[in-house]
């Protein structure tokens, strides 16, 4: 079946510093992936939407400078997260699905905890 | 966007009992929906699906019930397990787009 890697799974930072997270789709390719952020306890929020080759699209209130994505190949799109502070520390998912009409796979997150 | 609502925010069973999660959705033109376990820490795993055109669908131990008429679905856990222990999230798919998540339904199992 179709695998979302996500690296790292955990990442501990300096308050202004930038962190890079990785997803990559495994066995298939994704034109488009997704980029989720989980805070405790609550549900997923879609942040933005990377499309490979060209600019993605940030969901409202996500600030597009501050989340970087960068999706330029067809397996891989990277969050980077600039300058990050503590309200920054969350759980991000990424997915991607294998073709239109299948599932949205996910990765297994990464918990960022900046101090 | 998709609204999606899910009727109880916690569910405690029995193990070996059956589980019933429940989920409404608002938008009739969906076509295509999924279920997803999220054990703690982990992304979201794929359980199983239906389409429209189907009122049922059967999985290993799951099954799941898709009520258009009230825009309803519900997922089946047959012999729930400490295992199954997890957030369980509805979520309509339709075409290209992201999903939508609603608050999901933490379903605690009891040894």
């Known amino acids: 079946g179709a695998v979302v890697s996500q690296h790292p799974s955990r990442v501990i930072c300096k308050s202004g510093t930038s962190v890079k997270i990785e997803c990559r789709s495994l066995?298939?390719?994704?034109?488009?992936m997704f980029w989720y952020r989980q805070f405790p306890k609550q549900s997923l929020m879609l942040m933005a939407t990377s499309n490979e080759g060209s600019k993605a699209t940030y969901e409202q209130g996500v600030e597009k400078d501050k989340f970087l994505i960068n999706h330029a190949s067809l397996t891989l799109s990277t969050l980077t997260v600039t300058s990050a502070h503590p309200e920054d520390s969350s759980f991000y998912i990424c997915s991607a699905r294998a073709e239109l009409g299948s599932p949205l796979h996910f990765g297994n997150g990464t918990r960022l905890t900046v101090t | 966007g998709e609204s999606v609502g899910l009727h109880l925010p916690t569910l405690s069973v029995q193990e070996g009992d059956n589980s019933i999660i429940n989920c409404a959705y608002s938008n009739s033109a969906s076509d295509y929906f999924i279920w997803y376990k999220q054990e703690s820490g982990k992304g979201p795993q794929f359980i199983i699906d239906?389409?429209?055109?189907?009122d049922k669908r059967q999985g290993q131990r799951v099954t799941v019930l898709l009520n258009k008429t009230v825009k309803h679905l519900s997922l089946q856990i047959a012999a729930t397990q400490p295992g199954d222990s997890a957030v369980y999230f509805c979520?309509?798919?339709?075409?290209?787009?992201?999903?939508?998540f609603g608050k999901g339904t933490r379903l605690s199992v009891i040894a």
């Open positions: 066995d298939f390719q994704a034109t488009t």
């Open positions: 979520a309509p798919q339709p075409g290209n787009t992201p999903l939508v």
């Open positions: 239906i389409r429209s055109n189907m």
